[in-house]
Nanobody
Framework: QVQPVESGGGSVQSGGSLRLSCSVS????????MAWFRQVPGKEREGVAV???????DYADFVKGRFTISQDNAKNTVFLQMNSLVPNDTAMYYC????????????????????WGQGTQVTVSS
């Protein structure tokens, strides 16, 4: 099992950028699929971006072209670069680790992941 720990959240104006980090320990990029999710009160948790052990990535339609997920194996860290932020991006962002092999249609499903961080808040003002 791994323990993800998120950081980098904060408040930003619309159009701004933030970079979230997820420190994972113990980290073995060949054993896990890593993903970012987000949730606002009263709504279900939704997938944002995912990266596999071979650096294949996938994104929710609402962040394509704006967000980029990456991982630095040497630093045991997964990143989410968020650009062109809008108020609808306001949410608690969670990092999660899941099984090495996941069907493509399951890559952004919260139920596919079983190791979760505590979350980091992102607030975008207009």
């Amino acid at each position: 099992q791994v323990q993800p720990v998120e950081s980098g959240g904060g408040s930003v104006q619309s159009g701004g950028s933030l970079r979230l980090s997820c420190s994972v320990s113990p980290y073995n990029p060949t054993k896990y699929t890593m993903a970012w999710f987000r949730q606002v009160p009263g709504k279900e948790r939704e997938g944002v971006a995912v990266i596999t052990s071979v650096d294949t990535t996938d994104y929710a339609d609402f962040v394509k072209g704006r967000f980029t997920i990456s991982q630095d194996n040497a630093k045991n860290t997964v990143f989410l670069q968020m650009n062109s932020l809008v108020p609808n991006d306001t949410a608690m962002y969670y990092c999660a680790a899941g099984p090495l092999l996941l069907p493509r249609l399951a890559l952004l499903l919260p139920t596919s992941f079983n190791q979760w961080g505590q979350g980091t808040q992102v607030t975008v003002s207009s």
